[in-house]
């Protein structure tokens, strides 16, 4: 088990756009490994590889408590669309820690990504895995849940 430090909100490399994984990196499955160990550890529910400090489009998401049943990992994630009603939720972030914000976001994303194999996959998400994805996602853009705060909805 290798439990990484989590980047703070304080750390500019959190402000950096994250850079495409080639299909011949051979790190990502160390990466994931460390990403889900580090998440599990800190209690989260999604994880972007940038905020342990790696400037690459992984995220991994499990909303299940733990295990690898629920285990998502998902690599050049992007969203193909964004649809339904703007739902505002109240997010917290680990590298915002005691951090809560009011996030509008839509309440549906299709995502297309790319698996651990190789594989091009698309997930077609809605309630707290669509916000918990566009979450993510925003982290590998340079984007943080204060950037979505504003006074209507804090």
């Given amino acids: 088990m290798t439990v990484r430090k989590i980047v703070s909100s304080l750390n500019q490399l959190l402000r950096q756009r994250s850079e495409l994984v080639s ?3 051979r790190t990502i499955g160390a990466l994931v490994k460390d990403m889900l160990d580090t998440m ?3 209690g989260g ?3 972007a590889a940038v905020q342990i400090g790696v400037l690459k489009q992984v995220i991994v998401v499990d909303l299940s408590g733990g295990g690898p049943r629920g285990q998502q990992i998902l ?3 992007e969203v193909i669309k964004a649809s339904g009603e703007e739902v505002i939720f109240r997010e917290g972030c680990l590298s915002l820690p005691g951090v809560m914000v009011n996030v ?3 309440a549906n994303v299709h995502v ?3 698996s651990l194999d190789g594989e091009t996959c698309e997930i077609m998400a809605h309630g707290l895995l669509a916000i918990c994805l566009q979450h993510e996602i925003d982290h590998l853009n340079g984007v943080l849940i204060t950037d979505h705060a504003s006074p209507e909805i804090m």
């Fill in 23 to 25: 299909l011949e990196d």
């Fill in 40 to 42: 599990y550890a800190a």
């Fill in 45 to 47: 529910v999604g994880l």
């Fill in 75 to 77: 690599i050049n994630p």
């Fill in 104 to 106: 509008n976001r839509p």
């Fill in 112 to 114: 297309r990504y790319r």
